[in-house]
């Protein structure tokens, strides 16, 4: 069996990178509404003695820096909660709330604060919980509070620099974010003292009206660190038994709350650390004394005792912070992609009748890109799991629930998979928002409807991609007479390219979400869509608008190389229109390690088969993006030879090679590093190695050349329009103003729409 349970992981892993292959998963990845009326979502569950309304959990997307600096919930949080109850979902889970303050010095910055909410602190922190649950049981939602006994290896190591003192761990591990920097092994003395606290916190959580509490084991945390052989080497003491700490946090709760109060437990089947990277889990240093990870039959054991602790319910996934895509599934990964490994626990837990202390079945939630109703339904019919969680899918569109059950399906916004506003946003320092939904975590801010203006005014939107569609039905809703104008037959922008692979089904779905929401307000008179048309400065002064709204996207930028006008030589955003461009070619050279450059090399390399090659002048490729979605793409580059050239130049375009200049020093970074990751430009590593220069020129086989360096604003039209006053109100969102992201485009275009 451990042979059997092991090699579905193993298949799960080697599958991800074509998974697309397999034309009927990639159907699961559409809104449809085939399953209507959607009866098993909809069905209560119990969960110890409390019964939730139907079987939709919304996942724990962070609450990070959405509290007081006391760690009281205040209003922004709490908003973002209740609107997710508003909206139907049966189970809330808020994010992280450490227990192990004073413990582990990663929770803390300087002047002693922290960017997480906390329970632990004082009374003074109680009345913002009280009033969360209130909240959200107006709603007839449940809510859970996740605690964490804190980050450990994958939490910041700046505590070294501010405080002097070590990460902490299970035993002496290196930092995720800096590898060089130890992570010392925590006392048993300590240990129990964040035992203790889980019972008091617990103890507070339930006199605050919260329904249930959720420990924080999976995906590498400290809870993880000390209940996974990988990282818990401990060799003396009580918590060398690498279960014992999970076990005596769940018995202390059981000990504080009684036995009605309800446990849930996130973990990972897996790690998958050796079925990911192989035989590099022989050579990097980093992932060498993780080696000996727990195998899927110790995590079965495990959680077959943590039910006789006391455990009601658990969620369960794959991986950690050092393959980060898994238990972050980025747009690339398939829908419902950790469907069998819910169903491997859930058969387990039935053929062995492990039932909770309240005689009940142990319910098990599956996770992992379920945000398709029918997918959703079609795993709780065939009894694949008892309950879906949702994360993203509920920022992109509160009301999922609601819309579902009403049968609205092409109603609901859909979440793209980008992670760039939920994760990557509070990486580089705020706090979890959303790209396609510009009120999520400013629901404090902008309240459930948008006011008519006091005025009705005459506005123009040039340009039909994302911006400029949430800016013409944003001001349409305030009453005002839009006109929106695209230069070509369909709306989307330079969605349209990027959705063209496979790996991008959800921004697909989007698109379908963008043209349905403006036809709606085309066929209501309440916009005026005029496609096929590019407006100059003449036609919007002869027109005479009050306001003018630049959303002109983009000019791609060309590099000026010799050859670059050969004939073998083409731009990304062509050839992803029109993929037929490479049939003809074998060898393809990519110039460009962005987004762009990264995701035609996984479209050319998977869908058509080619030999490719990606230049990149900077270090890193897909620098700035989150790096659970670039981890995906970087690693399954590699699994296909795709060759990944950093610190290197494009010198010339020759008839079928290319000339560039590479740096060929030892001191260039490893291009196919995904098990850990690039720091942001304000946090310095001071123990990274200088790069140093040894360049050397090299010829490259190419058939084809394809140019994927980026564009610049298209800003001619904003700035002849400022200058000849044809406005008085004058606007330049998105692409147009700088080069961004569907994030940045959408938040401004909102902003917009509801000032004007």
């Known amino acids: 069996m451990p042979k059997d349970n092991q090699q579905i992981v193993k298949n799960l892993i080697d599958s991800y990178g074509s998974w697309f292959e397999d034309e009927k998963q990639l159907d699961y990845g559409r809104m449809t509404s085939d399953l209507y009326p959607y009866n098993n979502i909809f069905k209560p569950i119990q969960i110890n003695k409390v019964k939730v309304k139907n079987r939709l959990v919304m996942a724990p997307m962070g609450n990070i820096q959405m509290a007081e600096e006391t760690g009281r919930p205040n209003e922004q949080m709490i908003q973002y909660f209740t609107q997710r109850a508003k909206g139907g979902v049966g189970l809330i889970t808020s994010g992280l709330i450490p227990i192990s303050y004073g413990i582990d010095p990663s929770l803390t910055e300087k002047g002693d604060l922290t960017y997480f909410p906390r329970i632990d602190r004082s009374r003074t922190v109680f009345s913002g919980w009280r009033e969360l649950a209130s909240n959200i049981h107006s709603y007839g939602a449940k809510f859970f509070i996740q605690l964490t006994p804190g980050l450990g290896r994958v939490g910041n190591p700046q505590c070294l620099v501010n405080s002097f003192k070590f990460p902490i761990s299970a035993s002496w591990n290196p930092n995720f974010y800096i590898s060089q920097i130890p992570c010392k092994r925590l006392s048993d003395r300590k240990l129990r003292k964040i035992v203790k606290n889980a019972g008091q916190a617990s103890a507070d959580a339930k006199s605050a009206q919260i329904d249930g509490v959720y420990l924080h084991g999976h995906e590498g945390y400290f809870l993880e660190q000390m209940t996974n052989t990988a990282f818990n080497r401990r060799k003396v003491g009580r918590y060398s038994n690498w279960q014992q700490f999970g076990l005596d946090l769940v018995k202390e709760i059981r000990k504080r709350c009684g036995e009605s109060y309800p446990i849930m437990y996130r973990i990972d089947l897996s790690l998958a650390l050796n079925e990911t990277y192989g035989e590099k889990m022989d050579e990097v240093k980093s992932l060498k004394k993780f080696k000996k990870e727990r195998t899927v039959d110790m995590t079965l054991e495990y959680m077959k005792n943590l039910v006789k602790a006391g455990v009601d319910i658990f969620d369960v996934d794959l991986g950690c912070y050092d393959n980060w895509w898994l238990p972050h599934p980025p747009a690339s990964m398939p829908p419902a992609c950790f469907i069998e490994i819910a169903e491997l626990v859930k058969k387990f837990l039935k053929e062995n009748n492990i039932v909770s202390n309240a005689g009940i079945e142990v319910p098990v939630v599956a996770v992992g890109k379920l945000g398709y109703p029918d997918i959703a339904e079609k795993t709780l019919a065939e009894e694949k799991c008892d309950m879906v969680m949702l994360g993203r899918p509920l920022l992109a569109d509160p009301y999922w629930p609601q819309k579902v059950y009403e049968g609205r399906i092409k109603d609901i916004r859909p979440c793209i998979g980008c992670q760039e506003g939920c994760i990557n946003e509070f990486v580089e320092g705020g706090h979890p928002q959303c790209a396609v ?29 994302p911006a400029g569609v949430m800016c013409a039905v944003i001001a349409a809703d305030r009453g005002h007479d839009v006109e929106l104008f695209e230069k070509n037959k369909k709306i989307g922008g330079l969605l349209r390219p990027g959705s063209q692979p496979k790996i991008k089904f ?6 379908n979400y963008l043209e349905l929401l403006l036809n709606r307000y085309i066929k209501e008179n309440k916009i005026k869509f005029i496609n096929n048309f590019e407006v100059d400065l003449d036609y919007l002064k002869e027109q005479k608008y009050d306001v003018i709204v630049n959303a002109s996207g983009t000019k791609q930028i060309i590099p000026k190389i010799e050859g670059i006008n050969n004939t073998n030589v083409v731009l990304a955003v062509d050839l992803l229109m029109n993929p037929e461009i490479a049939d003809k070619a074998e060898n393809i050279v990519i110039l460009g390690g962005g987004v762009v450059g990264c995701e035609t ?15 990149e002048m900077m270090p890193y490729f897909m620098n700035h993006v989150c790096t659970a979605n670039r981890g995906f793409i970087i690693h399954y580059l590699e699994k296909k030879g795709v060759e990944l050239l950093n610190c290197t130049k494009l010198k010339s375009i020759n008839k079928d090679t290319v000339t560039v200049i590479r740096n060929i020093s030892n001191t260039v970074p490893n291009p196919y590093i995904t098990w850990a990751p690039i720091l942001p430009e304000n946090v310095k590593n001071p123990l990274a190695k200088e790069i140093k220069v040894a360049e050397k020129e090299k010829e490259l086989d190419a058939d084809l050349v394809v140019i994927a360096a980026g564009g610049k604003p298209n800003d001619e039209l904003y700035y002849q329009c400022i200058k000849e006053h044809t406005a008085l109100e004058i606007y330049n969102i998105g692409d147009s103003l700088k080069m961004a992201k569907v994030f940045e485009a959408v938040k401004a275009a909102y902003s917009i729409g509801r000032s004007i």
């Open 506 to 511: 959800d921004l697909i779905n989007y698109l």
């Open 601 to 615: 090399a996984y479209l050319l390399s998977y869908e058509k088969n080619k030999n490719v090659k990606v230049v």
């Open 437 to 465: 939904n510009p009120l999520s975590a400013f629901e404090y801010v902008y309240g459930d409807s948008i006011s008519k203006a006091e005025k009705v005014k005459k506005v123009a939107v040039v340009g039909g991609g």
